[in-house]
């Protein structure tokens, strides 16, 4: 496992916690096109807590929406997101997060929407990408526990995406190479 980051303790409530603020992956990276492991809660390779924490922290930090951890050169299948909650009457937006480890895709609907979408891999690179709009994803929590839910809209195409990190397989694969090329060339002429 090649994870480089920087340690960071802070207080939560009262508690100490501790944490790794980890680097992302340059987009070539091997890791990336690779399925990647179980995680072994009967023998587990990292702290799930402090993974937990770490990815959702690292998350954050770059601004984005999901984090699988291959993206972070951890080669197990867990990735966090963040659950957008929306508030119309306060107009307001609330994130909460969670991850996900060994998710398994239970079912997802036929109806599928393309929609924008970017990656922390690729900064700036925004793609229609065609997903399901309703998942049932079944995993096990930080804790163990195992569980289910069922996720909407921008939280299934988040949870999609990310699983697709999970199987080595990147966004860019899911348009049409032609159309990738005239979309990064665009992108090199307007910087």
């Known amino acids: 496992m090649k994870a480089k980051g920087e340690r960071i303790v802070k207080f939560v409530n009262g508690q100490m916690v501790d944490y790794t603020l980890y680097e992302l992956v340059d987009k070539y990276d091997p890791i990336l096109k690779q399925p990647a492991q179980e995680f072994d809660f009967s023998n587990p390779p990292i702290d799930p807590i402090h993974l937990s924490m770490s990815l959702a922290e690292t998350m954050g930090k770059n601004g984005g929406i999901g984090l699988a951890a291959p993206q972070v050169g951890i080669p197990y299948r867990v990735f966090c997101m963040g659950l957008i909650h929306l508030n119309k009457q306060q107009d307001q937006r609330k994130m909460d997060v969670m991850t996900l480890f060994n998710p398994v895709i239970i079912s997802q609907s036929d109806v599928k929407r393309k929609e924008k979408e970017g990656c922390l891999t690729f900064p700036g690179l925004f793609l229609d990408v065609e997903r399901s709009t309703e998942i049932v994803m079944q995993f096990t929590n930080h804790f163990g526990n195992l569980m289910q839910s069922t996720f909407y809209g921008i939280d299934a195409r988040c949870a999609l995406h990310e699983y697709d990190h999970l199987d080595g397989t990147l966004y860019t694969s899911r348009i049409s190479q ?14």
Not at 178 to 191: A, N, P, V
């Open 178 to 191: 032609t159309k990738l090329k005239i979309i990064q060339s665009k992108m090199k002429r307007r910087r």
